[in-house]
């Protein structure tokens, strides 16, 4: 995984924890029918990992990890927190199928099947764009 930090232009590599079995991308607080896995960190554990306070309109997002069914389970509930994985402005991930034909992937509560091959990685980009989405009115 590689993201692209607020004002800069090179991607720096970020390890993804071998326990983290789901990656999510948030730009805001609510996941998963309201509930918050970024959760609430105390400052003193913000500044020990570089990342700031959660807002809507910061320009970032909070990207963390659910481990395994149980965890989800447990950040769904929040009696405890997702893994903090990083803040950026833009995310890049590169998948590789190995003996896997497809990746399971889900943007905005639509899922959908991505096809994998073999020989090729497959790279999704999330990223915040510069302007807002408008509603246009039924004629």
Known sequence: MHVKKVNCTEWEQIPVPKSVRAIVALNLHNYGS???PW???KRQYLEKKGFVEAH?????LEIFGLKHG??????MVELISAKHIAQAAAIRLE???GEWKDSYMQMDGEPW????????STFVEIKRVPFQSLMVNGL
Request: glycine share 10%.
């Open 70 to 75: 149980w965890h989800a389970s447990f950040v």
């Open 34 to 36: 309201g509930r918050n």
């Open 113 to 120: 099947k991505q096809p994998m091959s073999k020989e090729y």
């Open 95 to 97: 998948v590789r199928s």
């Open 56 to 60: 809507v309109d910061d320009g970032l």
């Open 39 to 41: 959760g609430s960190p």
